[in-house]
């Protein structure tokens, strides 16, 4: 079964992507902030993970996706960014010179089929399995 760690700090946005990842036999985990991410993910790594900029600071999610690159064991692990900050009084703080890595980009809020596409994109290997 596929894991997908979901890390936002809106518990409206993490139960509704849980519900529409769930219906298509995903099995999801969730973390508040970054340093839970982290956390969470060197304990039981999932296959993918969807990662929010905005969290307990402007950037903490660009801040896992760093961490993520810089640790062996996290670095292949694919990761869906989703934020508003474009559309933010932060907008201007993203740091567009040194951009983080992740695999697919979504704006919030996030269409249902949106979302099940980028996570099809992120895990091609997985395509037959429930989505």
Request: hydrophobic share 45%; aromatic share 6%; with cysteine.
């Amino acid at each position: 079964m596929v894991k997908v760690l979901v890390v936002d700090d809106d518990p409206d946005f993490v139960e509704i992507t849980r519900m529409i990842l769930e219906l298509h036999d995903v099995q999801v985990s969730s973390a508040m902030n970054g340093e839970q991410a982290l956390a969470q993910m060197r304990k039981e790594r999932p296959d993918l993970v969807i990662l929010d900029v905005m969290m307990s600071s402007a950037l903490d999610g660009w801040y896992v996706s760093q961490e993520m690159q810089e640790d062996a064991q996290l670095k292949d692990i694919p990761i869906i960014m989703v934020s508003s900050i474009a559309s933010s009084p932060y907008a201007d703080l993203f740091p567009t010179d040194s951009c983080p890595s992740f695999d697919a980009w979504i704006s919030k809020p996030v269409e249902p089929d949106v979302l099940l596409k980028a996570v099809r994109q992120c895990l091609p290997e997985h395509s037959g399995f429930g989505f």
